[in-house]
């Protein structure tokens, strides 16, 4: 078989200040740059031209290859051979009772099945339920991906994106667990199904043509209506929503590969509010802990970040004061809200830790502050989230060489 070969197709592409949705300091004029194979792009996947050229590229793929089946075979078991494949996961609390959650979830994975199970365990009967079988769902698709699946706080239903199609645009399903009843819903594909259960809202993003996220939407389960909250039409810009770990405050994200903005909201003041005036360089993120919002941040040259602390009514950048001060040698990678305690993650000389520090009587008391620690010489410990606000006990990973 014949090597294929792509034709060339002179296209001149643009870089700079082609249009004002480019983002601040562009290179004026533009410059432009020669793609003969510009053609070969399509978003839509439908383009019988490219998909023609594709397909011949894979069949002469499979016909060099051919001498190799038996080695790609050996290789394969080899790295399978380390692989456990019957295997359930650590049982984690999920929904309002914290600990004390009625059901524990966890995913069960079977030898010989190439797709997860989600299930759960009645922790009053000890009883375990299977909620949703991969495997079942991927019979006789030629593409199939699942992701996101979740259970909303009280139990009752189970959601999660299916793409069919490898475009990463996945249509979201809804079932009621006790009837298994599929819940019907206005919500769109999502891409990447970035999306969250708040009470009896679903927050959610949504891309455009080109799968960049751009706007924020809230959808509601009782009167099935779709509320834009964002849009940003910043062609380097990815916007998101998260929330606080108390779920006090929701953040809104508008941010590119170098500056941050930030807006917030909460449910009793569903006013979007943007959280200080966007300053090219400055990169942050906002977490909020009993009346403060605690902000990690790369201000001051603070390239590895730092943490600084405002008042909820003071959110502009001339209020934020010290939290946690730079240290050159520590790189911050997050925060984590307990009522009594806030959980520093961050790296140092290569190592990953996990520093708590004590709140109470509305204070911080770093001076008794610790790390987490475990007896390896390697300390590479992460944090698991589970959402549980009030509590003293935390679940961690840690990974160590054989």
Known sequence: ???????????????????????????????????????????????????????????????????????????????????????????????????????????????????PIHCRIDKTSNKEEILLDENILSQGKESFDLSSFGVTKDHKYMS?????????????????????????????ELAYCDYFWHNKYIFYTKGNETNRMYQVWKYDTETKENEKLYQNDNDIVDVGIGRSNDREYFFISASSYNTS????????????????????GLKY???????????????????????????????????WEEFIEYNNSVFITGLEELQKYILLTYKQNGDDFIKIIPFGDGKYNFKESYNLDIKDDIKNIGLIGLGIYDTNEIIYSHNSLP
């Open 285 to 319: 993120s906002v977490d909020h802990h009993e009346g403060s919002f605690l902000i990690t941040t790369n201000k001051d040259n603070s390239t590895n970040f730092k943490v600084m602390k405002t008042d909820i009514n003071n959110t502009s950048i001339e209020n």
């Open 160 to 188: 999660y994106g299916v793409d069919e199609t490898g475009n990463e645009k996945y249509e979201l399903k809804i079932f009621e667990i006790s009837t298994k009843k599929e819940f019907e819903h206005n919500i769109p």
């Open 261 to 280: 903005d930030i807006y917030y909201f909460s449910e009793s003041d569903p006013k979007i509010r943007q959280f200080t005036e966007k300053v090219e």
């Open 1 to 115: 078989m014949n090597r294929p070969i792509a034709n060339k197709e002179l296209y001149n592409v643009k870089f700079g200040n082609v249009n004002k949705d480019r983002g601040e300091n562009l290179i004026t004029p533009p410059k432009e740059l020669i793609d003969n194979y510009f053609w070969l792009r399509d978003d839509k996947r439908k383009n019988k031209k490219v998909l023609d050229h594709l397909n011949n590229e894979n069949k002469y793929t499979e016909c060099i290859m051919n001498d190799t089946n038996e080695l790609k075979d050996i290789l394969f078991n080899e790295i399978k051979s380390h692989i456990k494949e019957d295997y359930d996961s650590y049982p984690m609390p999920h929904g309002h009772g914290g600990w004390d959650s009625k059901y524990y979830y966890f995913v069960r994975t079977i030898e010989g099945k190439s797709y």
